[in-house]
């Protein structure tokens, strides 16, 4: 789950890290009643999860009130590379005499948390690690023991920093990792980390991704996915604890088991079609939760075309489909369907959907047929009599 730069910063301020006091805001009133408060000059800041946001003209100085209208009202709104700027950020602009750069990830081919630091910040970093190499110091952690003071100073000093400032760094650094280990997040960047003239380091921007999958141990930052920009039906799936993907095609795809679901996507790219979402029913299907599944694939309206592909072990193939008639009573669906019932009771599964004789829905034996059956009817192409 990736967060705004604001919210980032929020964790970042928790674990005493230093930046800028700031406020959110989503009207051009609101961005001047904020820049009021948090004093001239201010930063007005595009939130989107997406970086490059200062190259794309979504991050601007403003010494007054005209400048914060004029800023505010040409970034709401603006597109940067697809995302839509809801929210702005409004915070008390920092003079700068250095920008650096800090992250802790994790490197999985090391098995070990990786720091990075380099005195070349505020620019692309992957460009360092490219041309400069030397210039982007890389230290992996003993997780068990976490970043010591003393290892956090010596990257600072490696990565030459100024004299003078290598205590804040290293201060910087041992907050960054303290947020990454502690909040679970996957991902914690600053760029650029700055050096003001009064040699104070702090954040000036941040790239947070909390592990989603660890958020029940964090209440407090639930509420910070980005819900205004999350898929409402993914959104759902979510409450309704479903395991839904949104993607860009116009096949629903459902199956049982994740390994299942995944060999489904492939099946159906190589039969030439493209999936607009995937659904997980997961073990044991009954007739409420296959309603479920079929309401919530069919909320998307870019579905043409759904493929059911069961496999039968704990469940039952012949459950699956009374659930399907079941669902198929109450919600009508208006787009053909390919069932492809395989495994526990799937003759009996089969029986039933033919004695149902379900409006446009078509059965298969196997996932190859049933996954040519799905792309042509959603390219509009007949494959016979429904069965
Ligand atoms: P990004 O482009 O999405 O990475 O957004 P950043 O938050 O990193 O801002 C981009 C650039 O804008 C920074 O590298 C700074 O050079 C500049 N900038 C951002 N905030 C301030 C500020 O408070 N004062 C000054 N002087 N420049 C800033
Ligand atoms: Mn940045």
New binding site residues.
């Given amino acids: 789950m990736d967060l705004l ?1 604001y919210q980032g910063k929020q964790l970042f301020a928790r674990h005493g890290l230093r930046v ?1 006091s700031g406020q959110a805001v989503t009207s051009v009133e609101d961005a001047v009643k904020a820049a009021g408060e948090v004093g001239y000059p201010v ?1 007005v ?2 939130q989107v999860l ?7 003209g ?2 601007k ?1 403003a010494a007054d009130e005209s400048e914060v209208r004029e800023h505010a009202g040409n970034i709401l709104g603006m597109d940067i590379k697809g995302h839509i700027v809801r929210t702005l950020w409004i ?6 005499a250095s ?1 650096y750069y800090a992250s802790v990830l994790l490197d999985r081919s090391a098995k070990r948390p990786l720091v990075m630091f380099s005195v070349e ?3 692309d970093i992957e460009e360092v690690a490219e041309r400069t190499p030397e210039k982007l110091i890389r230290h992996h952690v003993d997780a068990l023991t976490g970043l010591s003071r003393a290892e956090a100073v010596e990257i600072a000093r490696q990565g030459g920093a100024d004299a003078d400032v290598v205590e804040g760094v290293a201060d910087a650094l041992v907050a960054l990792y303290e947020v990454w280990i502690e909040e679970d997040a996957t991902l914690a960047e600053i ?2 980390l ?1 050096v003001t003239p009064e040699r104070e380091v702090k954040a ?2 941040s790239k947070v991704s909390l592990d989603g999958n660890a958020l029940y141990r964090h209440p407090e930052n639930q509420g910070l996915s980005d819900s205004e920009n999350e898929d409402p039906i993914e959104r759902r799936a979510k409450e309704e604890g479903v395991q839904y993907v949104k993607l860009d095609g116009d096949i629903g795809i459902l199956g049982n088991g994740a390994g299942l679901v995944m060999s489904t996507l492939d099946v159906v790219a190589q039969a030439g079609g493209s999936p607009a979402n995937f659904l997980d029913a997961g073990g044991g299907s009954d007739a409420e939760k296959i309603k479920q599944a079929v309401d919530l694939l069919l909320a998307n309206e870019a579905v043409k075309a759904v493929l059911f592909n069961i496999f039968g072990g704990i469940t039952r193939c012949d459950e699956v489909a009374r659930g399907l008639i079941a669902a198929f009573e109450d919600i009508k669906p208006t787009v053909p369907f390919v069932v492809r019932l395989d495994g526990t009771n799937d003759v009996e599964g089969r029986r039933l959907l033919q004695e149902a004789a379900l409006p446009n829905v078509h059965a298969a034996r196997t996932m190859n047929e049933a996954a040519d059956k799905v792309v042509a009817l959603a390219a509009g192409q007949s494959v016979g009599a429904p069965a």
């Fill in positions: 730069e800028s930063v800041k595009a997406i970086g490059g946001r200062g190259k794309a979504g991050v100085l915070e008390h602009a920092s003079d700068i920008e910040g505020g620019v760029n650029p700055i000036l921007d």
